[in-house]
Antibody, heavy 122, light 112 residues
Framework: EAQLVESGGGLVQPGRSLRLSCTAS????????VSWFRQAPGKGLEWVGF??????????EYAPSVKGRFTISRDDSKSIAYLQMNSLKTEDTAVYYC?????????????WGQGTLVTVSS | QSVLTQPPSVSGAPGQRVTISCTGS?????????VHWYQQLPGTAPKLLIF???NRPSGVPDRFSGSKSGTSASLAITGLQAEDEADYYC????????????FGGGTKLTVL
């Protein structure tokens, strides 16, 4: 069964940067798009961004709340996706999940990682 | 304020049937984009429950079913069990928000 494991979360000061990793296994990583989502404490799910598979251009899309600050990339040779987060704000505090994505007249996520907590605080 | 609207909570007794609604607009569900549903058990990551409006991934019991009509979708759970107590989220795509996947605010299901 496909598995995704996030890492790299922790406590960071406002304005600083952090990079999260999403390590995939048990499937051909390069064949799939990958999304990042987040969930603030006690709140609902929020889509952060998405990277297409290389056959579909490897292009990225971002939620307006993070566009220009966050960057998603991928290394298919290592089966890892990254979320580079710059200029972090206190409102970015959340559990961050990476997912494997599929398409059915809209994108959806069929496998989720366990999440990694990012706390932005001075 | 979520783009898709779900009731904050629903409840039912074991064995009963409950439904969770997900209301959108002409730029998301009403535009023909599929609706997907996720289940989030307490303290865990979300899990795909229904994709493409009404399809169940392998391993999801047939007690769970989804439907879509117009600008709304629904998740039905029959034969309610204690382990169904969780948060449920609907998700679709909105053409007015570039690249955006949109969610409902989530519905807390309580099994009485």
């Amino acid at each position: 069964e496909a598995q995704l494991v996030e890492s790299g979360g922790g406590l960071v000061q406002p304005g600083r940067s952090l990079r999260l990793s999403c390590t995939a296994s048990a499937f051909t990583f390069g064949d799939y798009g990958v999304s990042w989502f987040r969930q603030a404490p006690g709140k609902g799910l929020e889509w952060v961004g998405f990277i297409r598979s290389k056959p579909y251009g490897g292009t990225t899309e971002y939620a307006p709340s993070v566009k220009g600050r966050f960057t998603i990339s991928r290394d298919d040779s290592k089966s890892i996706a990254y979320l580079q987060m710059n200029s972090l704000k206190t409102e970015d505090t959340a559990v961050y999940y990476c997912t494997r994505d599929r398409y059915s007249s809209s994108w959806y996520s069929d496998y989720w990682g366990q999440g990694t907590l990012v706390t932005v605080s001075s | 304020q979520s783009v898709l609207t779900q009731p904050p909570s629903v409840s039912g007794a074991p064995g009963q049937r409950v439904t969770i609604s997900c209301t959108g607009s002409s730029s998301n569900i009403g535009a023909g984009y599929d609706v997907h549903w996720y289940q989030q058990l307490p303290g865990t990551a979300p899990k795909l429950l229904i994709f493409g409006n009404s399809n169940r991934p392998s391993g999801v019991p047939d007690r769970f079913s989804g439907s879509k009509s117009g600008t709304s979708a629904s998740l039905a759970i029959t034969g309610l069990q204690a382990e169904d107590e969780a948060d449920y989220y609907c998700q679709s795509y909105d053409s007015s928000l570039s690249g955006s996947r949109v969610f409902g605010g989530g519905t807390k299901l309580t099994v009485l």
